[in-house]
């Protein structure tokens, strides 16, 4: 269950209105599909009262299967939505009369594909990364080893949380694409796998490096744009390490 997205009734004894909505996120750790359950009491008027324990007649909801819709149908009714994995979907009403609560339950799929999960869980393709970065630029690598899977999803953790903390431009992360964390980790070959995230590429010049006759690196800048509307830039500089 995610607690962040969840909202169940206080106590039994709480008394829902017109406004209120309890919301159940949950996912499977197995096939991670993922589930919200919502019970929602907008259709409640002045004549209403949802069913309650101290109610004899009514102390339990009984619900019937009003609508049910499959992801197809719904993207070709309401508009297509990167974000949104919806499988299916289903909608019942309390059959009491006097009851008003919906119960909607939205089915959707893992919001990363096994070809994108793979690219940072198998140890075989994140060794091999790592020893192509190493024997390409052994003495920038030297003394370090390939990565694993568990560092490779804490850093992709850690970029992630950094976008959904930041408030402000001023507030805004680094991650340099040079950094060797991030190279031996994901490199290039994880391009898709950012971009499916959220993360996009943007060239800027870069300030030339202290000592060196080349012409500067460029910069590279990634954005996340978080559920909500709301977007977050992570500046991603070339440096030279």
Not at 120 to 131: F, M, T, Y
Not at 160 to 171: H, Q, T, V, Y
Not at 207 to 232: F, M, N, R
Request: charge should be neutral; aromatic fraction near 8%.
């Amino acid at each position: 269950m995610r607690k962040e997205q969840t909202r169940a009734p206080v106590s039994d004894d709480e008394q829902p209105d017109a406004d209120t909505s309890y919301s159940v996120a949950a996912y499977c750790n197995k096939c991670r599909l993922h589930f919200m359950i919502n019970v929602g009491y907008e259709r409640q008027n002045d004549f209403q009262i949802p069913c309650r324990q101290s109610d004899k007649e009514s102390p339990l909801h009984h619900f019937c299967l009003q609508e049910s819709i499959i992801g197809k149908e719904y993207r070709e009714r309401f508009g297509v939505d990167k974000r949104d994995h919806l499988i299916e979907a289903h909608r019942w009403g309390c059959s009491a009369s006097n009851c008003p609560a919906l119960l909607e339950v939205r089915i959707s799929s893992p919001r990363l594909g096994k070809s994108l999960v793979d690219m940072i869980v198998d140890k075989q393709r994140l060794e091999a990364r790592g020893r192509k970065e190493i024997a390409r630029e052994p003495a920038r690598y030297q003394g370090m080893e390939p990565v694993g899977p568990v560092s490779a999803l804490w850093y992709l953790r850690s970029y992630l949380s950094d976008a959904k903390a930041a408030k402000d431009s001023a507030s805004l992360k680094k991650i340099a694409k040079r950094n060797k964390k991030f190279v031996m980790a994901f490199g290039n070959e994880c391009n898709d796998l950012f971009e499916t995230l959220g993360f996009t590429e943007i060239e800027e010049p870069a300030e030339a490096p202290e000592v060196s006759q080349e012409p500067p690196a460029p910069q590279a800048k990634l954005t996340y744009d978080c559920i909500g509307g709301h977007k977050w830039v992570l500046a991603a500089a070339c440096r030279y390490r």
